[in-house]
């Protein structure tokens, strides 16, 4: 029996439906969301990504400005931006496109921006907070992965979970956020000796690393829920011999879907639902600025 599509273009709609009540809501008591996004230099791919922003805030009600710096511009200066950001009373969230030019380190710019108004949940202490199992905002891909698996009813508890890339923004918080869950953890990397067995008899299955095909059919479980992170270009000839381009992940779908239980399309997946996240934490960030919720509950 073919698997189950999570389709994320929908979850995401309805987290998107959530996410603009909830921010008219705050309006309503005069307390506005505003999301201000720091990009340095003249990336093409930052500025297709700001513009794509702008047009998502809007449509939930999200006030978004960009601030651009110039490309020779100074960690120094960098830092001061953020700080100034940091302590605008009318700035509820704080955006850094990336990448950086060279010379401006990334982690340590994430680190300047203040926990509270971090909407990517980039900043070392966040995601430290969610070591301790009381996350202010988490990375938004881990979140989106989580909210993927929830769709289907599965519980994690007790369930063996293979997550296939240790980034620090995707694959180890998302492996926290799991295991505060009681799911039984492995965390594969490039040095695991046994990356297919890790996959062949969990009950669930992330692959984030980047490399279109990577699981096949024989490494999946039978009626295990596989979540594909993964984002790649690979060229194809179309029918008519024409060269051109496709994206797919990093789970070869046409081979998983006949034995896994539940699978994420690419693209309609963890992309869509990623940038819900990130509307959804934009809204958290202002509710934590506004006082209308507290860091750790309570």
């Known amino acids: 029996m073919a698997a189950k599509i999570i389709d994320g273009k929908a979850i995401a709609a309805a987290t998107r439906e959530r996410v603009a009540a909830g921010v008219a809501e705050l309006k309503a008591a005069g307390k506005p969301v505003r999301l201000v996004a720091l990009m340095v230099g003249d990336n093409p791919a930052a500025k297709v990504y700001a513009e794509n922003q702008t047009k998502t805030c809007a449509a939930v009600g999200i006030e978004y400005e960009l601030r651009t710096l110039q490309a020779s511009t100074s960690e120094e200066s960098l830092w001061h931006a953020i700080h100034r950001l940091n302590e605008d009373p009318t700035v509820t969230g704080i955006f850094l496109h990336s990448p950086l030019p060279n010379g401006l380190n ?22 430290g907070h969610v070591v301790y199992g009381h996350t202010i905002i988490a990375p938004c891909t881990a979140l989106a992965v989580m909210e993927l698996i929830d769709s289907t009813g599965v519980s994690v508890k007790g369930a063996d979970v293979t997550v296939v890339g240790a980034s620090r923004i995707v694959g180890r918080p998302l492996s926290l956020l799991l295991t505060e869950r009681n799911a039984t953890v492995t965390l594969c990397h490039i040095d695991t000796k046994d990356t297919a067995g890790a996959c062949k008899k969990a009950d669930v299955v992330v692959v984030a690393v980047g490399k279109p095909g990577l699981l096949r059919a024989g490494h999946v479980k039978p009626g295990a829920i596989v979540i594909d992170v993964g984002i790649n270009r690979v060229k194809i000839t179309d029918a008519f011999g024409k060269v051109t381009e496709k994206t797919v992940g990093d789970v070869d779908f046409e081979e998983v879907k006949d034995v896994a239980g539940w699978i994420t399309p690419v693209p309609g997946g963890v992309g869509p639902m990623t940038v819900a996240i990130l509307l959804r934490n934009t809204l958290r960030a202002a509710r934590l600025v506004h006082g209308v919720e507290k860091p750790f509950g309570g």
């Open 106 to 127: 990334l982690q340590e710019a994430q680190y300047q921006i203040d926990v509270i108004k971090d909407v990517e949940g980039v900043n070392p202490a966040n995601i």
